[in-house]
C-alpha cells in the first residue's frame, strides 16, 4: 500500500512569493494533519482536515491556508513567503480524525522542503 | 497551553543494554500520549501511544512506554537496545478531542553503539 505522498519534495522561492504543497494521503485515510518543522521551533501544527472540512487549526498567520478535496488529497498555501518560512512542510494522514479510534496515530510523509531566499 | 520536554538532546547506549528517552508534559485534563521515531531520510513513523488504560503500554519494534500521571512523565523504554535503533525520538501530547493535533518535544537523539 502506497504512503503517503507529497509534492514537490524540494523547491526554493523568494521572498513575497507564494507556494503551494500537495500531499496524497494513504489510500482509506480521510484525515489529513499539516506539520511545519524547523531547526528552531521543532515541529508545529499547522491544521487538520476531514472530509474537506477544517477541524483543527496552529498557530500561524493567515498566510497559511489548506484545503482538502473530495478525493482526500489536500494542499496547502502560503502567501507573502518570509524567510522564516522556510522548513520541511510535514503531511500527515489518519484513518480517524481528531477523536477517533486511531487519533493520533498519524502516517507522515517524506515532506516538502521549501527555501526562501 | 499543552507543552512536551524531552530534556535530553542525545541518550548513548550500547548495544544489547536497556535504554530509556525521557518525556514529561504539560496538559489540562488526561491527555493523549504518543512517542514517533524519525529514522535519516525517512517520515516520522508513529511508534505507541497511551489514550487510557494500563501504565505500560506496548509498540512497535520491541519498545514500550511507562505513562505516570503523578510524575507526568512518559518515558520510552526498550530492554535491549539495537544499533538500528539510532535515530531521532519525539514525544507528543494532544488533549482529549483534538488527537490529531499533537505538540511535540523537541526531540532527543538516540545512539546506540556496538
Known amino acids: 500500500k502506497a504512503g503517503v505522498t507529497q509534492t514537490p519534495r524540494y523547491l526554493i522561492k523568494t521572498r513575497g512569493q507564494q507556494v503551494t504543497l500537495s500531499c496524497s494521503p494513504i489510500?482509506?485515510?480521510?484525515?489529513v494533519s499539516w506539520y511545519q518543522q524547523t531547526p528552531g521551533q521543532g515541529l508545529q501544527f499547522l491544521f487538520e482536515y476531514f472530509s474537506e472540512t477544517q477541524r483543527n487549526k496552529g498557530n500561524f498567520p493567515g498566510r497559511f491556508s489548506g484545503r482538502q478535496f473530495s478525493n482526500s488529497r489536500s494542499e496547502m498555501n502560503v502567501s507573502t513567503l518570509e524567510l522564516g518560512d522556510s522548513a520541511l512542510y510535514l503531511c500527515a494522514s489518519s484513518l480517524s480524525p481528531s477523536g477517533g479510534p486511531n487519533t493520533g496515530e498519524l502516517f507522515f510523509g517524506e515532506g516538502s522542503r521549501l527555501t526562501v531566499l | 497551553a499543552q507543552s512536551v520536554a524531552q530534556p535530553e538532546d542525545q541518550v548513548n547506549v550500547a548495544e544489547g543494554n536497556p535504554l530509556t528517552v525521557k518525556c514529561t508534559y504539560s496538559?489540562?485534563?488526561?491527555?493523549?500520549l504518543f512517542w514517533y521515531v524519525q529514522y535519516p531520510n525517512r517520515g516520522l513513523q508513529f511508534l505507541l501511544k497511551?489514550?487510557?488504560?494500563?501504565?505500560l503500554v506496548k509498540g512497535s519494534y520491541g519498545f514500550e512506554a511507562e505513562f505516570n500521571k503523578s510524575q507526568t512523565s512518559f518515558h520510552l523504554k526498550k530492554p535491549s537496545a539495537l544499533v538500528s535503533d539510532s535515530a531521532l525520538y519525539f514525544c507528543a501530547v494532544s488533549p482529549r478531542g483534538y488527537g490529531n493535533k499533537l505538540v511535540f518535544g523537541a526531540g532527543t537523539i538516540l545512539r546506540v553503539k556496538s
Open positions: 496538559v489540562s485534563g488526561n491527555p493523549y
Open positions: 489510500s482509506g485515510h480521510r484525515s
Open positions: 497511551y489514550i487510557t488504560g494500563d501504565n
